[in-house]
């Protein structure tokens, strides 16, 4: 499995923006980005997805190194309710269906 | 449209007792998984669907058991609870047309204590 590492633990201040790091150096060439959060009591839920290039949705944008072997997750204006755990996953195919493999992932705190 | 639907969403069983954890959707996606969460821990995949009537064993299998004979649902069965067993379960679906996309989709999860 490729793996992803993240820093435990992140605080930031309301309103201001955020930058989540992960380091996958063993991403393949055909690995997908992913970053997901999951907030207090609640199940995971997709946050952005990319594969080269930068990305951005209504939620975040995702910024890719050139060399693929890092990745910033960046909430623009971080609020109370974007406290959570953030995963950063790479693909993993098993047989056609995509596991997700969950690291620990990065809790992010939020002070108002 | 509700999504993923999990139930019970809170449970205690003693040692050897035997539950179903229920799991709905209502996306018409093919794909199902089960992932569990033990506290302070990121998510292990159990088992997995890729269509009605097809299952498959994922990192942690031991102990539980599916069945997949609709699209809908996707039941994870405990036969004989242990305390290892203790943890959030997650039901999650994702649509076979965007597999590369690879999002998933995941209900509440159901907190199981076994005693």
């Known amino acids: 499995d490729a793996k992803t590492t993240q820093p435990n633990s992140m605080e930031s201040n309301e309103e201001e923006p955020v930058h989540l790091p992960c380091n996958h150096s063993t991403i393949s060439g055909t690995d997908y980005i992913h970053w997901y959060r999951q907030l207090p009591s609640q199940g995971p839920e997709y946050v952005i997805h990319?594969?080269?290039s930068n990305v951005n949705n209504r939620m975040a944008s995702l910024a890719i190194a050139e060399d693929r072997k890092s990745s910033t997750l960046i909430l623009h204006r971080a609020t109370l309710r974007d406290a959570a755990v953030y995963y950063c996953?790479?693909?993993?195919?098993?047989?056609?269906?995509?596991?997700?493999?969950f690291g620990q992932g990065t809790r992010l705190t939020i002070n108002p | 449209n509700a999504g993923v639907t999990q139930t019970p969403k809170f449970r205690i069983l003693k040692i050897g007792q035997s539950m179903t954890l229920q799991c709905t959707q209502d996306m018409n996606h093919n794909y199902m998984y089960w992932y569990r969460q033990d506290p302070g821990m990121g998510l292990k995949l159990i088992y997995y669907?890729?269509?009605?009537?097809?299952?498959d064993k994922g990192e942690v299998p031991n102990g539980y058991n599916v069945s997949r004979s609709t699209t809908e649902d996707f039941p994870l069965r405990l036969e004989l609870a242990a305390p290892s067993q203790t943890s959030v379960y997650f039901c999650a679906t994702q649509d076979r047309e965007q597999l590369a996309k690879n999002i998933q989709y995941f209900g509440a999860g159901t907190r199981l204590s076994v005693l």
């Open positions: 990319g594969l080269t």
């Open positions: 996953i790479l693909r993993d195919i098993i047989q056609g269906a995509q596991k997700l493999v």
């Open positions: 669907s890729v269509g009605a009537g097809i299952t």
